[in-house]
């Protein structure tokens, strides 16, 4: 966690410096030196912030061998709890900070005007939170002050009472648990080391979301300087921008790789897979997970059992198909499918475990939830009824669509 926060502090000197310089101006040289010194920071970053990844999925199944080793059985509920730390991250710090902010305007401590300046200053710590892995942008004051107005139209007891909720002191759950279950301190280091988990993606998280945000502006340029169409240089690396790259080079790749693009990592070597070849090798994959049946297996996030219709959701292009009520099929969850998973009666991923987005995001919701499935988004369909029984980790087809 140390090396994790020191490699962050670095990446976000980073990010102060390049916010502040005016990106419209670079050329193609000074584009390409300052991709590599972001290729390098992130790159050490994540050295150390996969460690939460090295626990999905067989992380569940390590913790609770473990608990069981002290005879101690402990409820989902419960051990949701564990995972809940005194710690906010960026969403429900910036979620706490609306929140007591139209309290006071309520109250008349605030005046408009005077929400609107403090604003300023809540849009330049929050301006990512609306990205995500597939498309960034500068959330501004403006913004925020139409976020503010939908909060004021909530009644105050229930202002009071999501800010009690974020509030909860967690640390004096643990003990309550403790004592009830007289857990001994060995056990509860493990505890902690989970819960830090969760704290170690959310942090990861935040940092990946400002991280893509720069991607966007130096893509932006080359795509201006190129007359490219900025969505197609998503299929580029960003170390493939050197400075003596060119039009014609982004092009024959872009062409290339619009069909699939697909990466390999072995014997310390990184191969690109593309056009037929890349098809090829992407349907000899999927013949590997070909499932036979009507029930799906996973690790029960969040429990409790539901019955509805089946969206699968692979990326933001989806979002707009997803309906109220639904249950919500993705291979993960991720900050941008936080509105929809509000919306969604059950929520089924392909990866994650008991520390993914998935888990935390539907436990806070209360929203019955199945991770690490592998096969739900090759399984199902858009409109299959579903059974999900999140206290055991089953999803059963009821109506094939």
């Known amino acids: 966690m140390s090396k994790c926060k020191e490699k962050s502090i670095e990446l976000d000197k980073y990010y102060t410096k390049f916010l502040k310089k005016d990106i419209s101006k670079f050329n193609i040289p000074q584009i390409a030196k300052a991709l590599q010194e972001l290729e390098k920071l992130n790159y050490d970053y994540w050295v150390y912030a996969y460690l939460c990844d090295a626990f999905d999925p ?8 473990e608990i069981k080793r002290y005879n101690i059985t402990l409820s989902k509920e419960e051990l949701a709890v564990f995972m809940r730390i005194n710690w906010l991250n960026y969403m429900q710090e910036e979620r706490l900070g609306m929140l007591n902010l139209a309290l006071k305007v309520k109250q008349k401590k605030h005046s408009l005007n005077e929400a609107r300046t403090l604003l300023e200053n809540h849009a330049e710590t929050y301006f990512y939170i609306d990205n995500s892995w597939e498309s960034t942008t500068m959330l501004t004051a403006d913004d925020f002050m139409k976020r503010l107005d939908e909060t004021l139209n909530t009644p105050t007891s229930e202002i009071e009472e999501q800010i009690k909720d974020i509030e909860t002191d967690w640390e004096k759950e643990h003990k309550k648990l403790q004592k009830k279950y007289l857990i001994p301190d060995s056990l509860m280091n493990i505890l902690y080391f989970f819960s830090q988990l969760f704290k170690l993606r959310d942090l990861r998280k935040k940092q990946t979301l400002v991280t893509n945000y720069i991607y966007d502006l130096f893509f932006s340029r080359i795509a201006e300087i190129f007359s490219l169409d900025f969505e197609d240089l998503r299929v580029i690396l960003a170390e493939e921008i050197t400075e003596n790259v060119n039009a014609e080079d982004l092009k024959k790749k872009i062409n290339a790789r619009k069909q699939i693009i697909l990466e390999t990592y072995w014997d310390n070597k990184t191969t690109h897979y593309s056009g037929k070849e890349g098809m090829k090798i992407y349907e000899e994959i999927n013949k590997t997970f070909v499932h036979k049946g009507d029930i799906i297996k996973g ?3 969040f429990p409790g059992k539901v019955k509805g219709i089946v969206r699968v959701i692979m990326g933001e292009v989806h979002f707009s198909k ?5 249950i919500l099929v993705a291979p993960m969850t991720r900050p941008e499918f936080v509105p929809l998973m509000k919306r969604a009666a059950g929520i089924i991923t392909d990866e994650g475990g008991i520390t993914c987005h998935a888990a935390i995001v ?3 919701l209360k929203i019955p939830s199945i991770v690490g499935t592998k096969i739900s988004t090759k399984v199902l369909k858009d409109g299959d009824v579903v059974e999900v029984n999140a206290n055991h980790g ?3 087809k009821v109506i094939k669509n």
């Open 299 to 301: 690790t029960p996030a």
């Open 322 to 326: 997803f309906n109220n009520g639904e």
């Open 394 to 396: 089953v999803v059963r």
């Open 58 to 65: 067989q992380g569940d199944e390590m913790l609770k061998e």
């Open 362 to 364: 539907s436990r806070e």
